[in-house]
């Protein structure tokens, strides 16, 4: 087994302690720099980092492999990469991109096929001049998504 198959089972032993997080990245160096980085259906603590960093350090050698290890939440404007993400975001306002079209709307739902955006917009009126506010939703699937991120608004 190599280094960095045995870390990502480590990791993975560590994260079934805690069912409500979830890696979202790791990356293993060819300087065996180990980055973790979580997430959480309620959020991630400080304290679930140490768990999580305490943890893979208990089952890692440094006698055997010398390494580093860093253990982060994912940042509030990192993009969305798992589905579970996206349901834990639901009520919130997206910036969605795609092939065609970069939205920016409310997530109203997320299953495991595709999301629901839902947000206002200025549309010409269907009759005499001028423009009118129009609710719009679309649909979206996963595999048509380039990039989401939720944003902060203040």
């Known amino acids: 087994m190599t280094f960095k198959e045995k870390v990502k089972q480590v990791v993975e032993e560590a ?8 890696l979202i990245d790791l990356t ?12 959480g259906d309620n959020g991630v603590v400080l304290q679930d980092c140490i768990d999580v960093s305490r943890a ?14 860093e253990v982060a939440s994912v940042g509030v ?9 996206y349901k834990k ?3 919130r306002t997206l910036i969605v991109k795609t092939n065609t079209q970069n939205i920016e709307a ?3 739902e997320a299953n495991d096929l595709f999301i629901i955006l ?12 001028g423009k009118e ?8 699937p996963y595999s048509d998504i380039k990039e989401a991120i939720v944003t902060v608004t203040f």
């Not at 293993?28 to 997430?39: A, E, R």
């Not at 350090?57 to 390494?67: G, V």
């Not at 839902?118 to 001049?129: C, D, F, L, M, Q």
């Open 133 to 140: 506010t129009v609710q719009k939703e679309e649909q979206i």
């Open 106 to 108: 409310e997530l109203v």
């Open 28 to 39: 293993v160096s060819d300087s065996f720099k180990i980055v973790v980085g979580i997430d």
């Open 15 to 22: 994260l079934l302690e805690k069912p409500s997080i979830f």
């Open 118 to 129: 839902s947000w206002k917009a200025r549309e010409p009126k269907k009759v005499g001049k």
């Open 89 to 91: 975001n639901i009520g």
């Open 56 to 69: 893979i350090e208990s089952n890692l050698d440094r006698e055997e492999q010398d390494y580093s290890l």
């Open 77 to 85: 404007g990192s993009p969305l990469k798992q589905i579970r993400q």
